[in-house]
Nanobody, 121 residues
């Protein structure tokens, strides 16, 4: 009913940059938040950054000053600009949307399938 499609992952050297995109489509009445999470092998899935429909943002301490989350409401799209990348940023990055369904009118979470980001020399 709702699909989240991520793009922009890949291999980059330490200090490099990547820009991730996530586009949402389907039975959407309204958004509460969209965000990015990441999961490295053997670790929990952790919040990276989140943005509300009103534009408020929050970041994990480990990425503050390096990553920027932004949204384009008219296109139901969220971006994550990642600069000064470190090997510890290596993970699968997942897009998340918390929204009200146009079919049930209830609040639900949806996840993208993830995009791999590898930071290595």
């Amino acid at each position: 009913q709702v699909h989240l499609v991520e793009s922009g992952g890949g291999l980059v050297q330490p200090g490099g940059s990547l820009r991730l995109s996530c586009a949402a489509s389907g039975s959407i009445f309204s958004f509460n938040t969209m965000g990015w999470y990441r999961q490295a092998p053997g670790k929990e899935r952790d919040l990276v950054a989140v943005i509300t429909v009103g534009g408020s943002t929050n970041y994990a301490d480990s990425v503050k000053g390096r990553f920027t989350i932004s949204g384009e409401n008219a296109k139901n799209t969220v971006y994550l600009q990642m600069n000064s990348l470190k090997p510890e940023d290596t993970a699968v990055y997942y897009c998340n949307a918390n929204l009200r369904s146009s079919k049930t009118y209830s609040l639900v979470n949806y996840w993208g399938q993830g995009t791999q980001v590898t930071v290595s020399s």
